[in-house]
């Protein structure tokens, strides 16, 4: 990110400059600056309520009651958890507040399930093959309400906040079931070459 | 109108209703508890402030200075092949990097060209379909001293990849 940040500013002055703009740079600054604490101002309503919504969810053992209906399938993607470990409801729990798309809900189940993984870790400073399933279905986000994105396009003023539902549906879907494929094929390919847990 | 996507309007109602309904039956005291919740979203837009500043001056600087329409020639030949802006390659890119500085791009799409337009349907689809793959890998692994990550880094890539390609293929076939 810092390159990409720098490369911007950096890059953007430098074109400006042979492309004789450099005074219509300060005026485009002050505006950004000014347009990006409105952004955030108007964000914080509607974010608001949805993590309130998200924090009632929890609270009532919503989340924990999703989890346990998709229990068979994560006991089918992480063989090499013992049944009833912590670290499935963990990682059940993390991915159901993703799934429900409350991105920071999430954070503190993950970190608490790569805990619970690396008791089972023999090798302390290598990633077993459980920890590489869960961040591959994890970091391809997958998203059934993408709550975040529907409340800005909202507050950005869009006819039909909630039209992007299935075309995030189904790229999330895709990606997802790539990475789990992947992630199949890599352990396969690890085994033959090493005997890691 | 748009089309077949707009039956979703009742997605939201739908949950508000369900949660408070759930959480009524199990006897939590949801106001106090949707406060609490609520504290943690002024404080998540507070902190999103700085970032959406640097996003927002970098990129106001960069689209002001020309250097948008000279990237763009630079860029064109290679995702031509998927006709797409190229706004929305660096959108991808900067997913993988930092949650919040592909929301500000989100954001600052949304003010440019509207989020009903193509460019903003497809950002939408691209930040929503995804998640920030190497901060998950470097907080995740962080935690608990993991420094040999084997095949979780290519792993995630290659997921992010497919996602901009179905995101890409999907915003077009559906909003065209």
Redesign the interface.
């Known amino acids: 990110m810092n390159g990409v940040f720098s490369f911007f500013i950096l890059g953007g002055i430098f074109v400006a400059a042979l492309n004789g703009k450099l005074d219509s740079i300060t005026p485009a600054v002050m505006a950004s600056t000014e347009s990006a604490v409105q952004r955030a101002i108007s964000l914080m309503g509607i974010v608001s309520l949805w993590l309130g919504v998200a924090r009632v969810a929890e609270a009532s053992g919503l989340i924990d009651r999703m989890s346990r209906i998709i229990a068979p399938l994560f006991a089918w993607l992480f063989p090499s958890i013992p049944k009833g470990h912590p670290a499935l409801g963990c990682i059940l729990m993390n991915l159901s507040a993703n799934m429900l798309g409350f991105g920071n809900a999430a954070t503190p189940f993950g970190l608490k399930a790569m805990k619970e993984l690396q008791k089972l870790n023999r090798h302390p400073d290598t990633a077993t093959e459980a920890m590489c399933t869960f961040l591959a279905i994890n970091t391809s986000g997958v998203t059934l309400v993408p709550a975040t994105i529907i409340a800005l396009r909202a507050s950005a003023g869009s006819k039909n906040p909630s039209e992007v539902v299935g075309t995030i549906l189904f790229a999330t879907i895709c990606s997802t079931l790539a990475a789990i494929a992947l992630d199949y094929v890599m352990r396969i390919l690890n085994r033959k070459r090493s005997f890691w847990g | 109108m ?1 089309g ?3 039956g ?2 009742w ?2 109602p739908f ?2 209703s369900a ?2 309904l ?2 009524i ?2 006897k ?1 005291r ?1 106001f106090e ?10 404080l ?3 902190k ?2 700085p970032y ?16 948008v329409d ?1 990237m763009v020639k630079v860029l064109y030949p290679m995702v031509s092949f998927f006709e797409v802006p190229a706004d929305a390659l660096l959108l991808s ?2 997913r993988s ?3 919040p ?1 592909a ?2 791009m ?2 600052e799409t ?2 440019a060209h ?3 337009s193509f460019i ?2 497809l950002a ?10 190497f901060y ?2 470097a ?3 962080g ?10 880094i ?3 890539l ?3 990849f ?2 901009f390609v ?2 890409v293929y ?2 077009r076939k ?2 065209g």
């Open positions: 748009t077949e996507m707009s979703f309007s997605v939201i949950i508000i949660v408070f759930h959480g039956i199990r939590v949801v508890v949707f406060v609490e919740g609520a504290w943690e979203g002024i998540m837009a507070i999103l402030i959406l500043i640097g996003i927002y001056v970098a990129i106001g600087i960069f689209r002001e200075s020309g250097a000279l890119i900067v990097l930092s949650g500085a929301l500000g989100m954001l949304f003010d509207g989020p009903d903003g349907r939408s689809t691209l930040v929503g379909s995804n998640d920030t793959t998950i890998i907080v995740y692994f935690s608990v001293g993991i420094r040999k990550t084997r095949y979780a290519p792993v995630g290659f997921a992010d497919v996602s179905a995101s999907i915003v559906v909003f």
